[in-house]
């Protein structure tokens, strides 16, 4: 299982990023998936999750309303807009799925900074 993130950066309070990552090593379409963060001297925490077809999604409280997450089954590939960005959603953002145990992305920076 390979978990291969990317899209991350530097954007101003405000503005919009979408990470996205890129499976191989399992049957995508029979996973779900999740996005987590972990920001310095924090624990891990789940922000985004969504089922094997994508219709089905859930969001952690600080990030509903300004953060979506979607699938593309045909390019095994899992993203997550975000937009009305904060600082405070400054972060690694990683994605993860669970298939036989946990899998996760190398992780993507994100920083939202003026």
């Known amino acids: 299982v390979q978990l291969v993130g990317a899209g991350g950066g530097l954007v101003q309070p405000g503005g919009p990023l979408t990470p996205s990552c890129a499976a191989s090593g399992f049957i995508f379409s029979s996973a779900a998936m999740s996005w987590y963060r972990q920001s310095p001297g924090s624990q891990r925490e789940s922000v985004a999750a969504?089922?094997?077809?994508?219709?089905?999604?859930d969001y952690a409280n600080s990030v509903r309303s300004r953060f979506t997450i979607s699938r593309d089954n045909a390019k095994n590939t899992v993203f997550l807009q975000m937009n009305s960005l904060k600082p405070e959603d400054t972060a690694v953002y990683y994605c993860?799925?669970?298939?036989?145990?946990?899998?996760w992305g190398q992780g993507t920076q994100v920083t939202v900074s003026s």
């Open positions: 993860n799925v669970s298939w036989t145990r946990d899998y």
């Open positions: 969504i089922s094997r077809s994508g219709g089905g999604t």
